[in-house]
């Protein structure tokens, strides 16, 4: 479900977000860090409210959106 929450590094339609790990050096030292989703912003047509909406989507989230439309997505 897409909600407004301004800066949310979530996707809304492919339910990806952050993933933690580890920098590993060469000399085997781990710090941990966080794997970002690869997101961007759009501009999306919603047909239920007939107009634009404006999300934060991954690429997989994009992809959906492109192959399925709104039918697959609750908005």
């Known amino acids: 479900m897409l909600q407004h929450t301004p800066m949310t590094l979530h996707c809304?339609?492919?339910?990806?977000?952050h993933l933690l790990g580890?920098?590993?050096?060469?000399?085997q030292n781990k710090a941990r860090r966080r794997f970002m989703v690869n997101s961007h912003r759009?501009?999306?047509?919603?047909?239920?409210?007939?107009r634009l909406i404006r999300a934060r989507?991954?690429?997989?989230?994009?992809?959906?959106?492109?192959?399925?439309?709104?039918?697959?997505?609750?908005v």
């Not at 959106?65 to 609750?74: D, E, N, R």
């Open 12 to 17: 809304g339609i492919a339910h990806k977000s």
């Open 22 to 27: 580890n920098t590993v050096s060469h000399a």
């Open 42 to 50: 759009r501009r999306i047509w919603c047909a239920i409210r007939r």
């Open 57 to 74: 989507l991954s690429c997989a989230g994009l992809r959906t959106y492109f192959k399925a439309g709104m039918a697959l997505v609750h």
